[in-house]
């Protein structure tokens, strides 16, 4: 079985600050994790995956994760929020194969004050 | 140009009226899934098929069919629609080559039973 959790709906940072979006995870494998981004009316979007290679993975954008098996966390992070990051974000578990059944997180909506 | 399409983008239909939602990709991808997006329920698989004529259950079944007669299509069909399948539709295909661990998402379609 696996899940996963994302801590906050909604965050929301000034532009330039830095963007902290929190998820932990639980699985009975090694799990495949994942972020996706949604911008409104869109489909959506890899931004980055964590396939048990290293454990710092950067994405698209700016955007970068680590993997932290002693925590269950894959906490998603950018340096300097800019007004085009204001999305969707989606945390994704799957088992020990890509393919396997995906798991999304709820969701969480990233607003940026200008 | 790489992309998985669905057709109708928009549907509006009433109870019980049987519907299909089709859903292409032209990269050859083996893996193929459906899944609704619901607010603050994130994305649930529906079904998922592994390749041609071998298709699999997701998180929430019930309601739906689906079939997989050629590797480039895997239609949705809702025999009997429901006022609590109104949702936003999501196919994705991924690749066996890479372990399936990007999906490609198609643009959604946006159901509404009545």
């Known amino acids: 079985a696996q899940s996963v959790t994302q801590l906050d709906s909604h965050v929301s940072v000034s532009e330039g600050t830095p963007v902290l979006l929190r998820c932990n995870y639980s699985s009975s494998y090694s799990p495949s994790l994942f972020w996706y981004v949604q911008h409104p009316n869109k489909g959506l979007q890899l931004l980055l995956k964590?396939?048990?290679?290293?454990?710092l993975v950067k994405g698209i954008n700016g955007f970068e994760a680590e993997f932290k098996k002693s925590e269950t966390s894959f906490h998603l992070t950018k340096p300097s929020a800019h007004m085009s990051d204001a999305a969707e974000y989606f945390c994704v578990v799957s088992g020990n194969f890509g393919n396997e059944k995906l798991t999304f997180g709820t969701g969480t909506r990233l607003t940026i004050i200008p | 140009e790489a992309q998985v399409t669905q057709n109708p983008r928009y549907l509006i239909t009433v109870t019980g009226k049987k519907l299909t939602v089709t859903c292409s990709q032209n990269?050859?991808?083996?893996?193929m899934s459906w899944y609704r997006q619901d607010p603050g329920l994130g994305l649930r698989q529906i079904y998922y098929?592994?390749?041609?004529?071998?298709?699999d259950k997701g998180d929430v079944p019930e309601g739906y069919k689906v079939s997989r007669k050629e590797k480039r299509n895997f239609p949705l069909i809702l025999e009997s629609p429901s006022p609590n399948q109104t949702s936003l539709y999501f196919c994705a295909s991924s690749s066996r080559l890479d372990g399936g661990y990007e999906q490609y998402f198609g643009p959604g379609t946006r159901l509404t039973v009545t």
């Open positions: 098929s592994m390749n041609v004529e071998v298709t």
């Open positions: 990269m050859n991808h083996e893996y």
């Open positions: 964590y396939t048990s290679a290293a454990t």
